[in-house]
């Protein structure tokens, strides 16, 4: 686990980043692969089975709050430090998981491969379309360091949602990332900006009506898809418009006073 550390070692990633590269994985050294375990950054898949899923979330719920994630995430805009940036989507998604599916629409994976959630969560975060990253985000976040926001990060968040409250009618959740990043609005690149705009839909802060967010239901796996094929952005963002704007109710119940006074 990554207890005590500001953030994952650089080096441990790069090696992680060759090894899920068909063109380098071989160049990995044994000594280079040893070091990347040593770091908690390749690590072994882990079978899980339902019930095991369901004892974790149990935990995780138990020793982590809602504002212990909206704090981790709020920490990592300006840090950048991408370990604390997916907990509050893993937070909101397990929760609605646990509370309203449980298997139902959306089974529990065979194994967690931890290994290609650590690449994933350095690459811009994504694939939202399974509980198993969740529950092994989660399970990691348990065992760290708790984060606290400043006000920088607070701005940050501020500004994010103003200027999606702001953007013309038709346009898409890679639009607005794209104009996170024009603006300056916090140090990233478009998976990056893309990433905290699907966490903002995750919690329903950016949904459209019929196609809400996971603060209050788990919206089925076969219901998510907009049947756009140039569409690569998760549920809900992937059907949000300029329209759309910001759900500031939503958003007050997941940050809480910070954006009481929109």
Known sequence: ????????????????????DDQKKHSVSAEELAYARK????????????????????????????ED????????????DVDYRYILASYAYARSWFSFDQGRTQEVPEKLTGSFFNWVKHRGGGIWETIGKPIFY????ASMELRVASDVDVEILRSI????????????????????????????????????????GICGILDVPGHPGFL???????????????????????????????????????????????
């Open 1 to 20: 686990h990554f207890e005590g550390r500001a953030s994952v070692d650089k080096k441990a990633v790069q090696i992680l980043n060759r090894l899920m």
């Open 39 to 66: 770091m908690g950054v390749v690590v072994e898949d882990q079978p899980i089975t339902h019930d095991q899923a369901i004892d974790i979330l149990e935990q995780v719920f138990e020793a982590v709050s809602l």
């Open 69 to 80: 994630a909206t704090q981790a995430f709020l920490y990592s805009l300006s840090s950048r």
């Open 138 to 141: 989660l399970e990691q976040f």
């Open 161 to 200: 949602l103003e200027l999606a409250d702001s953007m013309e009618d038709k346009a898409s959740g890679s639009a607005l990332a794209t104009a996170i990043r024009t603006a300056k609005l916090l140090p990233c690149n478009q998976a990056e900006a893309v990433g905290i705009l699907e966490t903002l």
């Open 216 to 262: 209050h239901s788990f919206t089925p796996p076969l219901e998510r898809d907009t049947g756009d094929l140039r569409q690569s952005l998760s549920y809900p963002l992937n059907w949000w418009r300029g329209a759309d704007g910001v759900n500031w109710e939503n958003g007050v119940e997941v940050f809480g006073a910070i954006l009481d006074r929109h």
